[in-house]
Structure formats: C-alpha cells, structure tokens
C-alpha cells in the first residue's frame, strides 16, 4: 500500500514537471529561432523525454509479466540515454551562448562520452550495467555511477565555462545578471542530482531541474533571441530597451553609431556569406574595444551601435573609436581588396537630450557628417549645429590634430558656441566673414611656434578677436612667461597656458573666469 502511494506521487511530480517544460517550450517556441534557440529547444526536449520514460517506469515497477519487465527496462534504458544527453546539450547550449566554435575533430571529443553513454544505456536493457530489473524491480547496477559521471562532467564544464563568462563581464550589470542566474541554475540540477543519489528513490532531479527551466524562462523570456546570432551582440529591440531605461540626466554617456562604408559591395561582388563574416567579425572587434561600461548592439543591416555608461573623460572615448576604426579597416581590406571602411558618429549626452531618441538622433547626424567627409573617420555631434544660441558666447579654437580638436571642444558645446580651425589660415578667413565677436580664442601653442607667428602677432587687427581672451594650450614639459607672450605676439588679452594633460573643470573654469573677468 505505500509502495502504490510512493508510486503515484512520484509518476504525479514527473507529470507536473513534463506540464510545466510543455509550457515553457510552447510559450517560447516561436522566438527560438536562432542558433542558440534551436539549442534551448533540444535541451528542453531531451529533458522532456528524460522525465517522460521515469514517469514512464514507475508504471512497470513491481508488475510480474514479462511485458512489464521489459517495458521497464526498455524505459529505464531510454531514461538513461536522455539523462546522459540532458548533460552533453547543456554544454553544448552553453557553448552556443558564449560563440564558441569548436573544430570538429574537438566537437567529436566532448561528444564522445555522451555516445559512450548512450551505448552503454541501450545495453543495459540486456545486461547489468547502469541498472538491472530484480524480482520486476528497478536497482542501480554495477556501472550506474558511469552514467552519472558522464552527466556530473558536462555540467561541470558548463557550471565553469558559465563562471569564466562571469569573471570577464566587468560592469556590464544585465549581462552580469542574467550569467549569474543561469551559473545558479546549471548548479542547482548538480547538487539535487547528488541528492537523489545519496537519498535512494526521492524523486529531486526532475522537479528541481524543472524549476530551474521555469525560473530562466520567467526571468527571460525570449532573453536569446535578444542577441543578434550573427554579430552576438544585442538585437535593435534590446538595445533601444536598455537605451530608453538609462537616466539621462548623467553626465557621463556617449552613444556612437557605426556604419560600414560601402558594406553593399561585399555581398554584390563577394556574396552574402562574405558579408556576414564581416558583420561577426565587426561584433568581435566592437566587443574587444568596448568591453569596459559598454552596451553593443546592431541596429540594422551593417550598422552598430555602442551606449557607454560612465566614462573617465571624452578623449578616452574617442580613442577607442579611433582604434576600432582601424581594427575594422584591417579586417576589411584582409577580407576584400575594395575600398571598404568604417564611419562612426559620436554624441555625448547634453542639456537637450531627454530620451534615447534625441540622443541617436545626433549621434546619427554626426555620423552622417562622417560619411559625407568621405568615410573611414568620426565625427562628434555639436550643440550648435541644430541650436541658434545667440545669447551664449563664442569661442575659436585652433588645433591641427582633429583628435584634440574635437574632444576640446566638446568640454564646452553645452555652454559656448565652437568653431572650429585646424590652422591659422582658416581664422584669417574666418575672423574676415563671421559676423561675431570671440569671447575667447583657445590655440595649440605648437602650431603657434610652427606657423602660425604671424597671424598670432596680426590678431588685433580681427574684429571678430580683438577682445577675445587668449588661451595657449601647450605640452606639460613647456612653461611660457606670460609677459614675455605678451610681448612677442602682440597679445594684451593673453591670459595664460593650460598644459597637457588637464581636466576639463580646469579649462572651462579658466574660459570662464577670463570672460567674468
């Protein structure tokens, strides 16, 4: 009488847990389509069958005919063969998740203890091996604990593969989060395995492997399909997702989109299959160079984009763009021998921007800027170029190093209207046509000493500069006397030297100070 109550508690759990897996695999199998989808979907069926045939057994159990003998045993047989591979497709998810491609010879070593398994299951239906059928009873048999070896190894792989995967996302916090739920959930079978092992006949694995499959699922619906399969990094929706729920009132976010130039060409004259070499490779790169406060998506065909939450000050920001942009050139022309490249469009966050859509507006404007200069560069948005703020100061900054350029004058596009000049001929013709007057006229002291002397020492004679105070930006080993300046250039608004490196509190206070002043 308590062997039937055993018996019909134990076939009720399994019946609950194959509901449950039923539910999962029906409410999710419409967004499985992607490689790692595929993989979720034959672990959830091998689960599936694995509790179907215990379930299955327990029919069997204790029943005196040779039918149910060998019903039992061909169930138990096929529980075995189902168990083994739960572990060996686990694995196998987990190396999908983390796209890691493994060379065939390799793939046929981690799956050769799964086939060893199976053959070994399909055995002992005849023989004692992992069970024997005693008096129509189920018992462990000789090797049982082969099979389970063979179960415990994949998961171990999986549980320490998962923990690597761990310990290199950096601050990454959702990624961080979702690799910490399923490291906890490709443990918590382990330890109910081991369990039911030491506790003969308690029916955990089942349940708690059914538990973990449904917590993942609650957690995440759909979470797979939110990595592009081909680049592995955030699909379009996801990354909007994550964009529209950052606070925009930080100071420190930058948004780059990335476009690759003439990326049409590959698939016209190379074929398609080409071309999506170079979309994964660009998502490797991305990942390489942005794998600190970074999210990374692919937000159309060849067009990706990268949010960066917190950052030490924009000049590093715009050097990992640069270094992208040349990773990316070499991959191209290893790839191609076309003129292919990558442009990329900056924008840090700003008092106008209130939401994600004012934010990849810009960075899109700045990136068409870039293309439109020809490709293979960056551009980073300025405030001024869609807001008339007449009311704010102006100010011209010199600098032949695009780089400096364009990351000083970003410390101050929010508060001052930038023009930019690359070398002293460009404010003469500048100082000639613009109808404003500068506040202030910041130069590398460089190209002053270079070839700039004479137009430094003619500054007065531009209306648009004689009153504007005069800022020298030099190298930090340089110490100029600001008399001695003052002196040799003409230049009574001169107010002093800002040597590299700075922050930019520094030189904003400097401007502003001079223009209180």
Not at 176 to 187: D, G, P, Q, V
Not at 360 to 385: F, P, Q, T, V
Not at 443 to 449: E, G, R
């Amino acid at each position: 009488m308590t062997s039937n109550i055993y018996n019909i508690l134990y076939i009720e759990i399994n019946a609950i847990c194959l509901l449950i897996t039923l539910f999962v695999i029906l409410g999710s199998y419409k967004d499985l389509k992607s490689k790692v989808g595929r993989k979720v979907k034959i672990l959830l069926a091998s689960f599936m069958l694995s509790t179907f045939f215990d379930m299955v057994s327990i029919f069997f159990y204790g029943v005196e005919s040779d039918v149910s003998y060998w019903m039992d045993n061909i169930c138990n047989g096929l529980f075995f063969i189902f168990f083994i591979l739960d572990g060996y497709f686990a694995l196998d998810l987990t190396l999908a998740r983390l796209n890691i491609n493994l060379k065939k010879p390799l793939k046929l070593l981690i799956m050769s203890p799964a086939l060893f398994g199976v053959v070994l299951s399909i055995l002992s239906i005849f023989f004692d091996i992992f069970y024997n059928i005693i008096d129509f009873k189920y018992t462990r048999g000789t090797y049982y604990y082969v099979a389970v070896s063979i179960f415990y190894a994949y998961l171990v792989a999986t549980i320490v593969l998962c923990f690597i995967k761990l310990l290199s996302i950096k601050s990454n916090k959702i990624d961080r989060r979702n690799e910490i739920l399923f490291l906890i959930m490709m443990a918590i079978p382990i330890i109910s395995s081991v369990l039911q092992n030491i506790f003969f006949g308690i029916p955990l694995l089942s349940p708690v492997g059914t538990f973990a499959i449904l917590i993942i699922f609650l957690n995440g619906h759909g979470k797979y399909e939110k990595i592009d399969y081909l680049s592995n990094v955030y699909t379009k929706g996801e990354f909007e997702n994550i964009c529209r729920g950052i606070n925009y009132a930080k100071k420190n976010l930058a948004l780059i989109i990335f476009d690759l130039d003439q990326f049409k060409m590959i698939n016209d004259l190379y074929g398609h299959k080409q071309g999506d070499v170079v979309l994964a490779l660009t998502g490797r790169n991305l990942k390489k160079v942005f794998d600190h406060n970074a999210y990374i998506g692919r937000i159309g065909g060849d067009e990706f984009a990268v949010l960066i939450d917190g950052f030490t000050n924009l000049k590093d920001v715009a050097d990992s763009v640069s270094l992208f942009l040349k990773k990316e050139l070499k991959i191209l022309k290893d790839i191609s021998t076309l003129e292919i490249s990558c442009s990329a469009g900056i924008c840090f966050v700003g008092p106008t921007i209130n939401d994600y859509s004012d934010f990849y507006e810009k960075a899109d404007r700045a990136l068409y800027r870039a293309k439109k200069d020809g490709g293979n560069r960056y551009s980073i948005y300025k405030l001024h170029e869609d807001i008339e703020a007449i009311s704010k100061p102006y100010i011209l900054m010199v600098d032949k190093d695009r780089l400096e350029l364009a990351v000083l004058s970003s410390y101050f596009e929010d508060r001052y209207n930038i023009i930019e000049a690359s070398c002293c001929e460009d404010v003469m013709n500048i100082c000639k046509n613009i109808e404003v007057e500068f506040s202030s006229f910041i130069i590398s002291y460089k190209q002053v000493k270079t070839s700039c002397a004479k137009a430094i020492k003619n500054i007065n004679h531009f209306g648009a500069l004689k009153n504007s105070k005069v800022l020298f930006i030099t190298d930090n080993n340089i110490k100029l006397n600001k008399q001695s300046i003052k002196d040799t250039y003409g230049l009574n608004n001169y107010i002093g030297q800002l040597s590299k490196p700075f922050t930019p509190e520094r030189i904003v206070k400097i401007v502003d100070d001079s223009i209180i002043d």
